[in-house]
């Protein structure tokens, strides 16, 4: 992150839900999603009515590494220099050598898709209507809070999920992680929809990729 101070807030609640079960102010539920964290400057003392731990115990109390004092802005024009690039964070002191023919990670090798999905349906405001099928690639539940407050019911469904269409009235591919190409389980069930031709399908980012992925379009990663 590259504002200058981090964690000025400090954590709200996470046992704060909405009328619809949903966290009031997190974008999913309680876990982080990122592998770690790099900041400028980590604040300890935040400064909020809401705030009921730092970021840095948050942090600790979901096993996510993170590191302050790096010039992240710095960093930042490297990435915008160079395109995405991989990295490690390693600890070392005087005693221990960095190994650097350590090979890096790449996430991308992964269905990072698959990781952050529901494993079961979810239903949301069971009784709205219309009825939006939302398959969860890596969603963020403001996705769901904007669908709802509009009155309609959603039923978030795993990424691999076999689709009933006589059960929605339209459906939503999310956005997510990843590589589209190893989403092969959740392309097949889009490209059976579409052939039908009978509901409506929309989607965002990753879900954009998907459902060009269905229609036979190739997709590439670009320089960020």
């Known amino acids: ?69 790096i010039d992240t802005r710095s960093l930042t024009k490297k990435i915008r220099e160079n395109g995405t690039i991989l ?15 350590l090979p890096f990670y790449d996430p991308n090798t992964r269905n990072l898709v698959a990781e952050c999905s529901v494993p079961e349906p979810k239903i949301f405001n069971p009784n709205g209507s219309p009825r939006i099928c939302a398959i969860d690639c890596g969603l963020k539940l403001n996705q769901i809070k904007c669908f709802v407050s509009r009155g309609a019911r959603v039923e978030l469904v795993p990424w691999n999920y076999k689709l009933d269409e006589s059960q929605f009235d339209g459906l939503f591919i999310s956005n997510g992680p990843g590589n589209p190409v190893v989403c092969k389980d959740v392309v097949t069930q889009i490209q059976r929809v579409l052939k039908n031709g009978k509901k409506p399908i929309f989607g965002i980012c990753l879900g954009h990729q998907l459902l060009a992925t269905a229609i036979g379009c190739q997709t590439y990663k670009m320089k960020y």
Not at 3 to 8: A, F, K, V, W
Not at 30 to 36: C, F, K, L, P, R
Not at 87 to 101: D, V
């Open 87 to 101: 990295g490690r964070i390693i600890y070392a002191n005087e005693n221990t050598a960095i190994e650097k023919s």
């Open 1 to 69: 992150l590259t504002y200058p101070l981090i964690g000025n807030y400090g954590i709200p609640s996470v046992k704060e839900f909405d009328e619809f079960g949903m966290p009031r102010h997190f974008e999913w539920y309680d876990e982080i999603s990122v592998s770690a964290l790099i900041v400028g400057e980590i604040c300890e003392t935040p400064s909020h009515w809401r705030s009921q731990e730092t970021l840095n115990q948050w942090m600790i109390k979901h096993n996510v590494p993170g590191l302050s004092g």
